[in-house]
């Protein structure tokens, strides 16, 4: 019988895509032993040992009108690394300017010793395959790590030369229709994308090894730099990462320019018969004036004009105009980010992590997309009632589905046409999940897709307007007349205010004050967490699989912290980016790193060639290298306003 090789990105994977082609029962699962002991990187991506034990499945399934035995293994994210050839791996081997340069540093892929034992294993089950089937995330990473486990495979068996011997699985749930679908759909593998990532991780090597050299080697002999632990400074750049700091510091410095102004209004208070009392708090027309004097004048002419009405005055308009309240769209992974950033507070890291594993287990679509446009071969009816007999929501489901035929869901503009926007694939388990973070995420997931599947919230909003002397007041009331979405989104807030039903044009209302008062402007926030989410999607600066792991970074390296869900810069960070600016290396900027990934995203697309891409990088970071280089007399002047000399 003939044997398939099945690779899946993860464990996890490799043991669900199995159950969702195979019943539990017909499953045998065997144990790749080696005396060596391995490091894998577990869902979240951290470090954990595992021992010398990997899983690997074997079934019999029909395919193509033949019986043949499929065997799921697994890798554990890349299984190849890339560095420098030994000779320039030391920091005193050749000149940092030479590291940008692929003619004079050769560059090489490996696998490390960690992920030695998933090599032998590859190696190990190729041997006795006839076909290999590529169950790798269907994102640009996962097509890399496609063509890594590829390669490793074709070491040992000729036959995966052969491009109708081997195939990419594409899904973006891991279900059984979506397994199905995948197997019965299978493509090859993209190398333009292979091609796009490869250059990427080209680029982001060399620039961070020339510039971390550089600026490690001159840091640590002028300055002291005082860091967690007692650690040696070691300057780390990366060029996602150094944008993303630069956002941080640009709101710093914004916040630290900000020279408040002073402004002034007036503030018109109403009472009404039928209230009990209840006071009206009107806002003027103008809202605020900078000139004191102005609005000083206009107060006196307002209270002129009361005295003489004895505090009375007549209602000069009412509108009422239908409201309502868009439901959101479709949800895309920086959209979940920054959802739960400010709902739960949880760091984009921390968001991925149980996204990560949610999809893993078969409970929502993969985590990682740039799509909020629902395509229409997905069965949305079907995926709603899914969620019908839970006791949070069911209600809300049975209220969607008997207007479904009226009912679409709100569509976004973005597709990757890779991956549909982040939805749920089946009902939580009745006894909930183990832990909070997951649970917080599907909770978080199942709302918003049934949100955008819902309709928007309706009301009416009633403008009341009054006039004293020439100036207008007015205020503003909304009766929520139908709820909508916002009965399964808490998420959102669309607050009722009902105004007293005697307030009709022309009645006469009495004024309980009428004041002058001052404010002043304020300075912007520090970044949230969702704001600086927003910005990096703004400016492309990383992918969505890689923006929580560039902030977690700059924390890491002590260029921010983080207080409560806000970004402060760190001393050391803020030197580094003050010192890039006064040297014309504006490297922290957000725009550097966008125009790269244009460029890239060009040679996924087919459009420019890897090596044209690869050399205008390269060329624009020796330049920035060059300007650091001739500069040292300025670095030295902006260090030595942070840290002590040696």
Known sequence: MKRILNVAEKPSAARELSHALAKKENIKVSVFLSTAMCCLLNEAHNRREIGSRLKVYEFELDLDHEKVTMVFSNVAGHIKALDFHENYRGWDSCEQVALLDPSKTPIKEYVPEDKKFLENNLKNEARSCCKLFLWLDCDSEGEKIAYEVLDICQQVNMSFRIPDNVKRARFSAITPQDARNALQNLTSLHYPTVSMVSTRQEIDLRAGAAFTRFLTKFIQNEFRVPLKGDKKAIL????????????????????????????????????????????????????????????????????????????QIAIADIKKVRKSRRRPLPLDTVELQRLASRVFFFSSDTTMQAAERLYSEGYISYPRTETNIFPSTINLSKLVLLQQNDQKWGGFVQKIMEHWIHYSPRQGTKDDKAHPPIHPTKPAPREGFKDKECDAIYELVTRRFLACCSIDAKGYETVVTVNVGFESFHIHGLSIEEAGYLEVYPYDHWSERVLPTELEKGTTIRVVSLMLKEGSTSAPKPLSESDLLGLMDKYGIGTDATMAEHIRKIQHREYVTKQGNLFYPMALGLALVEAFEACEAYLARPTCRSEQEKDLRQIGQGIRDASDVLYTALSAFTGNLQKLSTSTNILRRVFSSHFDSN
């Not at 410095?253 to 009107?282: H, M, N, W």
């Open 236 to 311: 780390s750049y990366g060029p996602c990462q150094f944008p993303t700091l630069g956002l941080v510091v640009d709101r710093l410095l914004t916040i630290r320019a900000f020279q408040p102004r002073l402004f002034y209004y007036l503030e018109l208070t109403i009472s009404c018969e039928s209230s009990d009392g209840d006071k009206l708090v009107l806002i003027w027309e103008r809202k605020h004036l900078f000139d004191r004097y102005c609005c000083a004048l206009l107060y006196e002419l307002c209270y002129s004009s009361l005295l003489r009405s004895n505090f």
